[in-house]
């Protein structure tokens, strides 16, 4: 599956079709609404816990679901529970 690595986005999200086709287990939350990354309102139905498998490593993710979106969008509170970083390439002439 591909994801986007989104910096913009606050919360990781997938669109609830594709949590649907993937059998994730949905749980109930306390709010049913977050803010898109254009401001928008984004309805949330539920929370899965699941492990993402990247590259060769598992890492406990906790996903909003939405009715809003189709894919997956991982956001900046993945990357930075994950410490990821973001290397630019350089190139020496």
Request: charged share 20%; aromatic share 8%.
């Amino acid at each position: 599956m591909t994801a986007l690595l989104d910096t913009a986005s606050d919360t990781t999200v997938i669109g609830s079709v594709l949590a649907k086709k993937l059998n994730w287990e949905m749980f109930p939350l306390t709010f049913t609404m977050v803010k898109a990354a254009n401001g928008d309102d984004m309805m949330i139905s539920g929370v899965a816990y699941i492990v993402l498998r990247v590259g060769t490593q598992d890492i406990d993710s906790e996903v909003l679901i939405s009715s809003d979106m189709t894919g997956l969008i991982l956001g900046i509170d993945w990357m930075e529970m994950n410490k990821c970083f973001i290397l630019r390439k350089s190139r020496f002439v």
